[in-house]
């Protein structure tokens, strides 16, 4: 995985970079709509939603145009600016229009985790996003026994559920959310 | 709102309906009670809908663990970069071609992955839009075909392999024929020992069908490593006739399979 982010890095980030700076984007922005877009890419790829019909270099672009005219219009900057662009936010390829289209929803989702407590993050990301057994966890919290990282997960799935459901924003997009994941 | 607050009553456990389907989804369940659930998602709608919702939270988990992945990664990038930037690009322009950079990427991408269970890909996944049972197109009439061919021509897959049990003398279509019968009943472990046994016929005859199905079984039986060099094989020959079949993306998503 580092390798693989960091040949991206160098391989796409001055290309890609310069359409948001030319496009009213700041080196920050070109920044984190990079790093959206590589984040939504390994995504694709390892949902085998990346068919390759397009090279990774067209796939990329794509996806950064269309993020950061998402992000504009989020922004909800000037009118013009939005009307002048809204025409070029159509996608040649469906992995990224179905992207675009849940894009919000996903965002709301990550900030959902942000407002987890840190010890049910580490416990999360540990099981589903490191993949670790309940072994392994338990070596790195020092935990009682396994049945007790058990639990504490549980809890913190239902906590997050608890914290899922009360987002109206994000109930709204759930839908949305839903459909991209299927 | 939670769909319902009554905890829901298995063999050894008072569940909420929220921590039976976690459990049901890690697979923490005995046999009967996952049946049970599996049940209860049949019958009620509101249940499925909270078991989706949970599967998305997991989703997200993932995400945000793959986005705090690409920032520290990132993070450390620019660490270095400041450090030394000759030796980042450096890198960079060791990967000279296109093709094997692009290939790289994808490969480390999911290799580099820990939790695989989030890997759709799989080699029955990339057989099932390749395989076609092959037809037998002969311009003889069918009363000069032999009994195993005119099984064959017929779809008589059953037959076709009776026939080749019953009888002491093959030729390498006879092989080549009872393979795709065995295919034909998802059996590609049988079908490689034909095509094998075809292959090793000098006269080339079905050399390339032998080479594309072969290819396919080992695929089908995730014998990723015996598979692999065929397509290559018929990848790079042009006038291969299975040539067109086997692209370079389909080249790259065979080294993503999971070995």
């Known amino acids: 995985m580092d390798a693989a982010v960091r040949m991206l890095y160098g391989s796409y980030f001055d290309f890609l970079g310069i359409y948001v700076q030319q496009h009213s984007g700041s080196d920050a922005d070109a920044e984190d709509v990079f790093q959206e877009v590589i984040v939504a890419f390994i995504d694709l790829v390892q949902r085998d939603k990346f068919r390759g019909e397009s090279s990774i270099k067209t796939f990329l672009f794509a996806l950064n145009r269309n993020i950061w005219l998402n992000e504009l219009k989020k922004r909800k900057r000037a009118a013009a600016r939005e009307t002048k662009y809204e025409h070029e936010q159509s996608t040649e390829d469906p992995g990224v229009e179905h992207y675009i289209g849940a894009r919000e929803g996903r965002q709301q989702l990550m900030e959902v985790i942000g407002r987890l407590g840190s010890v049910c993050q580490q416990i999360l990301l540990a099981y589903y996003y490191e993949g670790l057994s309940m072994k392994q966890i338990l070596e790195q919290l020092k935990y009682e026994n396994e049945q007790v990282v058990r639990n504490k997960k549980h809890k913190c799935m239902k906590k997050l559920d608890e914290l899922i459901q009360s987002d109206a924003l994000l109930a709204n997009n759930l839908k949305a959310i839903l459909h991209y994941e299927q | ?259």
């Open chain 2, 1 to 259: 709102m939670p769909i319902t607050s009554k905890p829901y009553y298995t063999m050894n456990n008072d569940f909420t309906n929220t921590e039976l389907l976690n459990r049901y989804l890690d697979k923490e369940l005995d046999e009967p009670d996952m049946e049970q659930v599996e049940k209860r998602l049949r019958d009620e709608t509101s249940l499925k809908i909270e078991l989706e919702r949970l599967k998305l939270a997991r989703e997200a988990v993932r995400l945000y663990g793959l986005k705090e992945k690409v920032r520290s990664i990132r993070a450390d990038m620019k660490k270095n970069e400041q450090k030394n930037v000759k030796s980042q690009k450096g890198i960079v322009r060791n990967l000279t071609r296109w093709s094997m950079r692009v290939a790289a990427i994808l490969i480390l991408l999911v290799a580099g992955m820990g939790a695989y269970e989030y890997i759709p890909l799989s080699s029955k996944k990339m057989y099932d839009p390749l395989y076609a049972p092959y037809e037998l197109r002969s311009t003889r009439a069918q009363e000069n075909l032999s009994p195993l061919e005119s099984a064959f021509s017929k779809k008589d897959y059953a037959n076709t392999i009776t026939i080749f049990l019953s009888t002491k003398q093959h030729s390498t279509a006879d092989y080549f024929f009872t393979g795709i019968s065995y295919m034909e009943f998802n059996e590609p472990r049988e079908a490689i020992q034909y095509f094998q046994a075809a292959l090793k016929d000098s006269s080339g005859l079905y050399k390339d069908e032998l080479e594309y199905y072969l290819a396919l079984s080992y695929l089908y039986t995730h014998r990723i490593k015996e598979a692999k060099p065929l397509f290559e094989k018929i990848h790079s020959d042009p006038n291969h006739l299975f040539h067109d079949k086997v692209n370079n993306w389909f080249l790259m998503k065979l080294s993503l399979v999971r070995k």
